[in-house]
DNA sequence: CTGTCGAATGTGAACGATCACATGCGCCGC
DNA sequence: GCGGCGCATGTGATCGTTCACATTCGACAG
């Protein structure tokens, strides 16, 4: 009782206490099968009694693993990147595992081999690379090999194994919304065109329009920002054949619904509006906002189960697995006034 | 050249191949000063050419420090929570330190104290806790003490250094602001009560318009959400003497911008709207929003400082730092039609 | 000349777990 | 009846660093 010398347990204490060796008490912790039920109990009260937690430190170097995986991560506050990088602490908590982040101001080359050194430094088990953007493509090649790693929606034909939300289906999903209504053609307002993801939807927006027999309008550049969506609708609201515009983000049919407001152009009476990403503020937009929502949580998950399966040897069943969006209808999107 | 068996070198290798010992290896790695130059020169080579890294793990277990910070996150996508973080990690990296994070789903008093015990098990140096719910409070006074802790956005008075934003002073500064357009009194349209921040904002609010004298109107309640604010706005829209609405953050604002506009009332002609939080879409509603700006940067900074100082033994020198917030004036609040 | 001190460096033992291998024992098959 | 196999458990080495203490050597004061 008073002998306790402030001292926090270890393997040792837990074995004396039990009356076993400190190896049994380590296969009791990994679930090892041949140890006797009773023996099993026996530790394991005396592991309660002690409060005992094992060092994960100690563990790391004996071990091969840490028990930790490491995120590279753009240091940026958009919606995606923030969702899924809770996506995938919830289920690498699930698995026990832990999550080491690094956020990068640049995502160019150095940055990323940076981060990834920094991160193999402290023995992360795997690292997955939120990497948006096209200048990360090229990065993420020039990797150590050696350290398992998932990359998040970039290079979907690369070496790496990947995980990504289908943009392209997105896209398409939106724009065959917009034209089932009845629409002629439908306007994009894209988004940077350094990131992947607003390529793809750019690809999507044209191959539905394409496939419909659509006349195909200019794309009108965006960069994620309100205030592009916002000046993209400036130049829009006047011109009296667009009656349907898909944004590239949430952001920009935010600044879009504005620009047209102010012209006077109703939506969506006048003017059909679309987003992508299903932001919390979609849904109380004037008009409630017609949007692409991505499976962030999804996306969290299969990354996990692609880095375990690389832990256990072979690389992942699915190499680039996509996971689909889904289209959610709101009050933006309308039939055209001539329908 | 062909000898190398793909094996990273460790500290032995490098004492090798400069001709010393471990140990002086390990001083030069931690800046011992008692190291002759030449020394240090030819450890430093030997370091760089064999590309050695010294392993965290072995370090964290030999040491007593694993340059590791734990931060425990409310599992929530808001835009202060993940600002916070980024801050964060940024202050982090600059320090040399790493982010390890655990994200909560719910912030109860287990989930808490599992969350860092989950932590100080992977012998993380020190804890910021992200606790903005009053409940966290409570969860925050039973943590094993001996962890260097510090605790944001709540709980001031608390025996742990905390680090947050000044939202009475935030809130004051927003009446303060609609008072001198010329506004007879300001509505309060709030945050859950259980945040600590959604009360100070409240405190705010009723001290600025009592130290003005003017009547304190009845608190509209609400939960951040948009759809909260646009519920309070349909309530507060056809009330002719509602001249002035202060709402407990931008997504709230965002709603009740949405319920003016459909009853008919503009911004600000009719009724001026301020938010608070500047979140990146503010300067894009219709119209542009003022808002009170909260520097989520020098938050982390000022968290990683207080925790530092703790690492050195005595306490922060300033237990509870509040952090100014600052007025962003745009076009959602105007002088009242009256004056 | 010698004793003491501090700077520079080395030696071996932690740190707290796992891994590789050894041991004891009951059971089965030939 | 006995060799061998598999289960339950124990023993010592090992992971890669830092810590505690020992050693060497030159400088300087008494």
Redesign the interface.
């Known amino acids: 009782m008073s002998q306790q010398p402030a001292r926090v347990a270890v393997i040792r204490d837990v074995a004396r206490l039990a009356g076993v060796s400190h190896q049994t008490v380590s296969r009791v912790l990994n679930n090892h099968p041949s140890v006797r039920e009773e023996t099993r109990d026996r530790v394991l009260r005396a592991v309660q009694q002690l409060n005992f937690?094992?060092?994960?430190?100690?563990r790391?170097?004996a071990g091969r693993r840490?028990r930790?995986i490491g995120v590279v991560s753009f240091?940026t506050?958009l919606?995606g990147p923030?969702?899924t990088l809770?996506g995938l602490?919830?289920a690498a908590?699930r698995a026990g595992y832990?999550?080491?982040?690094?956020?990068l101001?640049q995502l160019d080359r150095a940055g990323v081999a940076e981060a990834v050194?920094?991160l193999?430094?402290?023995?992360v088990d795997g690292v997955v690379i939120i990497a948006p953007l096209m200048t990360a493509a090229a990065a993420v090649h020039s990797l150590p090999t050696g350290v398992p790693a998932v990359v998040v929606e970039s290079d979907t034909a690369g070496e790496l194994p990947s995980v990504s939300v289908d943009q392209v289906a997105g896209a398409r999903l939106a724009v065959e919304h917009l034209l089932a209504l009845g629409h002629r053609t439908v306007w994009h307002v894209s988004g940077p065109q350094d990131w992947l993801e607003a390529r793809d939807r750019v690809d999507g927006w044209r191959q539905a329009l394409e496939a419909a027999g659509c006349r195909v309008p200019p794309m009108v550049s965006g960069d994620w920002?309100?205030?592009s969506?916002?000046e993209a609708g400036r130049l829009l609201a006047d011109r009296p054949d667009v009656t349907a515009v898909f944004c590239a983000n949430d952001?920009q049919a935010?600044?879009m619904?504005?620009a047209l407001?102010?012209q006077g152009r109703r939506a969506p009476e006048d003017v059909s509006v679309v987003g992508f990403d299903d932001i919390?503020?979609a849904?109380?937009?004037?008009p409630p906002l017609t949007t692409v929502r991505q499976d962030f949580d999804e996306v969290g998950r299969r990354c996990l189960a692609a880095l375990l399966e690389l832990f256990d040897g072979g690389g992942p069943a699915v190499r680039h697995p996509r996971v689909p969006p889904s289209l959610v209808v709101r009050a933006s999107s309308g039939p055209p006034r001539s329908a």
């Open positions: 937690r094992p060092n994960a430190m100690a790391g170097l840490s930790l240091d506050l919606y923030a969702a809770l602490e919830r908590r832990g999550i080491r982040i690094v956020a101001e050194d920094r193999t430094e402290q023995s920002s309100p205030r969506g916002y952001q935010l600044g619904l504005r407001h102010e919390p503020e849904a109380y937009l004037s």
